[in-house]
Structures are given as C-alpha cells and as structure tokens.
C-alpha cells in the first residue's frame, strides 16, 4: 500500500507499510498488524507476583533478555510501540528511533516529560550513537530488523525482543512484556485493563455503530487502491471492538504482497462500498483524484456522505495500537464514524 510505506530505506517505512503497498505493518492500521492473541511470554528469574522484582528473564523469539536491576536508562529501538510502551509506564526515555511520519520526530500521542535523543534509523540503527546513551535496557519488539540487529543491541544492553514476530504480538501482550522487564508489572496490568474500558465504555456510548459495515485502507492514486480485507488485521480489530463489521465483499479478494491488504482497480472500485467507507490518503493529490473519479463519485456511501477520509496521523495510531495510540484513535474515529453512520 503505497504510502504507508515500511520505515525507511530499509526499517523507517518498513514500518509504515500500511499505507504502502507493502503495508503488513502497520497498517496495522495501518500496519498489518495481527491481532493474535496470545498468553504472555514466559518470565523467570524474579518474582512474579510483586512488580519491581530483579532479576527478571522474559523468552522472545529472537532471544531470551535477563535484566538484573530495574532500569535507569532505556533506550526505545524499535518503531512507534517501543516508545509508546516507555512513556506510557513512566520509564526514563534517553533514546527512541525518530519517525518520519512527524516533523518532531514523534507522534501527536506521544509526550515524554524529559527530552530523549531521537536518531534516524532509515540505514540501520546507528548502534554507536545507542551505546553513547548508556543504556541499561533496550526495547526493541516493534524493530523490523531485530533479527539482524538483536545480536549487537544486546551486547549494549539487555534487549527486549518480540514473542511471536514484528507487527504479530498483539498490543496486550507488548504491554505486559514491557511491564516485566522494566519492573512495572502491576502498572502494565492496569494500562491494559484502563484501555480495554475505554474501547468498551465507547462501544456501549454509541450503539449504532454495532452490526454497521465498514471498509478501510490507503490510497496514493487510482492505481494504488488498497482494502483490509482480513478481519485479524490490527485495524480491522480496532473497528470491530466498536462493534462495527469488516464489509463480506472485501473479505474475498485475493492478497496483495502485504499481508491482509488486497489492492483494488479503479474498475471495480464499487467493492469498497459499505456503510461506512473509510479511506486515508498517503498523499494530498490521492484524494483530490479519487474523489474526482466518477465511479467513486457514484458509491452510495459517498453520494449519502458516510464517507470519511481518515487524518494519516489517526491512521497510523489505528494501524499500530499501543495503550497510547488507541486511546488517541479512538478519541478521533468514534465521532466521525457516528456521524458517517448517521447517514446511513
């Protein structure tokens, strides 16, 4: 999906690939995240039962992380998630990868009290630059490259890797992992119970997104239509726990090279109709010749406007759900589907 594109030369839009063409990832929302939902990974070491208990080993699959004290210095490797995870349980952020979907570097939801240093990675982490922070914990689950990376990061530091795989963890699971290594346990517990309310108290605010289609996906030009059309992608997820219905005549077509994207002609554009159509444009020029295509002009969820032409920002948090991007998601998508559906 052409503009959601994987982080950067080789990791920087590697990660964003939900807009791209290529866009397992994120695009979840965007990023073609799975939701698989999994137990947590298992722990050794220290105690379990009371959080802030050292040493603590956590399994992953690019190698087991023993951290010996709780950490003072962490350091986020990997995309968007690994500093969200850091923020979001108050640890001391000296360094994260610098998105390049943001001028600031970081996204909108996104708030550190310190000032950490952010470094490029679109040519690979510069892992000098990481051993200058003195980093005594690297989290590094959401590195699209941690396979190739893990063996040096963790000679830096112990480095948190992904249970399953990059964009495969689900966002709960991410969240109590983090939890473990950095002795906030008890405090990633009730992160991911205060999110799972909000989805819920949302859900129950606004009924008449229940049983409501939808179609959802990045577009960079008629010739680059993109559709989730896999209902454990992680965006798809993120709008059925609203209650709403990933539409049955996308859930059909054949895959595309990202995994839960199908890429749709501007000839058979009729497809995406639903009773929401929700489209994020990777580009400005996408939307002005979409929406000035007479086939798309002729849908009936635009001629009746439950039409809605997602921010890329908001994208971006639905396509990689963290307990910081969903509340934000959510914040910004709920109205704006309320009233496309009021329409319907």
Known sequence: MPALRRPGPSRSLARRSFLLGSAGAGVALVAACSSDKKDPAPISGGSTSSAGSFPVTVAGKVGSVTVPAAPKRVVAAGYLRDTDLALALGANLVGAARSTSWPSGLAPWQKPTTKPTLFATGDGLPTEQLAALHPDLILASDDYTLAKDYATLSKIAPTLSYRQAVSK????????????????????????????????????????????????????????????????????????????????????????????RSLVSAERIEVLDADVLIVVYTKPEARAELEGNQLFKRLEAVQRGSYVALDLSIAIAVAFPSVLSIPFGLDATVPLLSTAVSKS
Do not use: N
């Open 169 to 260: 963890d689900s966002w709960e699971d991410m969240t109590t992992r983090a939890g473990q290594v950095l002795g906030k346990a008890a405090e990633a517990r009730t992160l991911v119970a205060d999110t799972r309310a909000k989805i819920a108290s949302l859900r129950a605010q606004h009924p008449e997104l229940t049983g409501k289609t939808f179609t959802f996906g990045p577009v960079s030009g008629l010739d680059s239509i993109y559709t989730i059309s896999r209902t454990d992608d992680a965006s798809a997820v993120f709008f059925s726990q609203l209650g709403m219905k990933l539409a049955p005549a996308v859930t059909g077509l054949p895959a595309s090279a990202t995994p839960g």
